[in-house]
């Protein structure tokens, strides 16, 4: 069974830059895994950030940037702002048509 | 703009089946692929299963032997059947559509489903 692993919390300063990694228990994440991202605020529905790695979902601000750093997918977000405090999590396809959500990250901006 | 619905009981028995159905409305369902995903209260996101109108399905592993997804083009609806409920399927069951980069593009607003006697 795949597991995806995601950090359980981070905080970042209004302003600031803060980087959450996906990783992958079976070792790498490439694109070929086709890293996706989503931000959940409390009561709401997921909301679609980032797919195929780096691709901004229509409308998302460009202060929200995804990458491969090392054996990981990362989601950036560059000069945060107080409505970025949510839930964040990646998706990724493991092959034979199976999906599999990282754990999940919660950011607090203060 | 595409939007999906989901329908359900909201609460049900140990031991029973469950059956949730989303309907999109704003475009149609063929040609596309159509999921299933579940977050139990204060907890995680969890992928259930998948389907396409070509009648393509998959399912996660630890659900598959209780799972069926299934779909019906005429109402542009599709459907997921949960057999042999227990507390532990108690979630919000979400309904969403696959984009072009192997990732969901649109959700629907969730429904609660309470597995309790």
């Known amino acids: 069974q795949t597991v995806v692993t995601q950090e359980p919390s981070f905080s970042v300063s209004p302003g600031g830059t803060v980087t959450l990694t996906c990783g992958v228990s079976?070792?790498?994440?490439?694109?070929?895994?086709?890293p996706s991202w989503y931000q959940q605020t409390p009561g709401q529905a997921p909301r679609t950030l980032i797919y195929?790695?780096?691709t901004r979902s229509s409308g998302v601000p460009d202060r929200f940037s995804g990458s491969i750093l090392g054996k990981k997918a990362a989601l950036t977000i560059t000069g945060a702002q107080a409505d970025d405090e949510s839930d964040y999590y990646c998706m990724l396809y493991v092959g034979s048509g199976i999906y599999v959500f990282g754990t999940g990250t919660k950011v607090t901006v203060l | 703009q595409v939007q999906l619905q989901e329908s359900g009981p909201g609460l049900v028995k140990p031991s029973e089946t469950l059956s949730l159905t989303c309907t999109v409305s704003g475009g149609s369902i063929n040609g596309y692929y159509w999921g299933w995903i579940r977050q139990p209260p204060g907890k995680g996101l969890e992928w259930i299963a998948n389907?396409?109108?070509?009648?393509?399905?998959d399912y996660n592993p630890s659900l598959k032997s209780r799972v069926t997804i299934l779909m019906d083009t005429s109402k542009n609806q599709f459907s997921l059947r949960l057999s042999s409920l227990t507390a532990a399927d108690t979630a919000i069951y979400y309904c969403?559509?696959?984009?072009?980069?192997?990732?969901?593009?649109?959700w629907g607003q969730g429904t609660l489903l309470t597995v309790s006697s």
């Open positions: 969403a559509k696959y984009g072009s980069g192997w990732n969901f593009d649109h």
């Open positions: 079976s070792g790498s994440v490439s694109n070929g895994y086709y």
């Open positions: 389907i396409h109108d070509s009648g393509s399905t």
């Open positions: 195929s790695t780096n």
